[in-house]
C-alpha cells in the first residue's frame, strides 16, 4: 500500500523520538539498577519496553505504507541522579507528547485513520502512564525528601 508521503515523513520523525525514549530509558533503568534502587529500575526498564514497542509499531507502519523506516533517533538527556533523570524522562515525555498530538492532527487531515488510532494509543500511554506516573514520582519527592524517597525504592 502507498502511504502519504507527508504521514510518513512524519511517522519517520517519530520513530527517532521513540527510539531516543527508549535508549534514554535503558541508561536511566540501569542506572537505578546499579544503586540498588530496584523499585524505580523494574518501572523505568517496563517503560523502555514499552518505548520499544511505540518504535516497533510505528516502523511496521512505515514499512506497510511502502516506505523504508528511518532508523535514526533523536538525541537523549543522561541525567546524572535520581532527581534528574525523572526529570530528563519526564521532559522528554512533554516532547513525545506534543509530537504525537501533531501526529494524530495530520494522520486526520491526510484521512489515514489507522496511523491516526496507533498514534492514539501511544499518546494515550504517554499521557495516562509514563507522564502521570514519572509527575507523581517528582511529587513524592517534594512530599517526603529525596531520602525517604531512595529509601522506598530500595
Same mark, same amino acid.
Given at each position: 500500500m502507498r502511504g502519504n508521503p507527508e504521514v510518513i515523513d512524519y511517522l519517520n520523525m517519530l520513530i527517532g523520538g521513540e527510539l531516543a525514549a527508549r535508549d534514554q @530509558? /535503558?541508561?536511566? =533503568?540501569?542506572? @537505578?539498577? !546499579?544503586?540498588? /534502587?530496584?523499585k524505580i529500575y523494574e518501572r523505568i526498564d517496563h517503560e523502555m519496553q514499552e518505548e520499544a514497542s511505540h518504535a516497533d509499531a510505528i516502523i511496521r507502519r512505515v514499512l506497510f505504507l511502502g516506505a523504508k523506516p528511518n532508523m535514526h533517533r533523536e538525541d537523549i538527556n543522561v541525567g546524572? !541522579? $535520581? $532527581? =534528574?533523570c525523572l526529570k530528563a524522562d519526564l521532559a522528554l515525555e512533554y516532547h513525545v507528547r506534543e509530537k504525537l498530538a501533531t501526529g494524530i492532527k495530520l494522520c486526520e487531515e491526510k484521512g489515514d485513520y489507522i496511523s491516526r488510532d496507533m498514534l492514539r494509543q501511544q499518546l494515550s500511554d504517554t499521557e495516562e502512564d509514563h507522564t502521570y506516573w514519572l509527575e507523581k514520582q517528582l511529587r513524592l519527592i517534594e512530599l517526603i525528601g529525596l531520602q525517604n524517597y531512595i529509601q522506598s525504592q530500595i
Open positions: @530509558y /535503558l541508561i536511566h =533503568s540501569r542506572m @537505578y539498577e !546499579d544503586w540498588g /534502587l530496584n546524572t !541522579d $535520581v $532527581v =534528574s
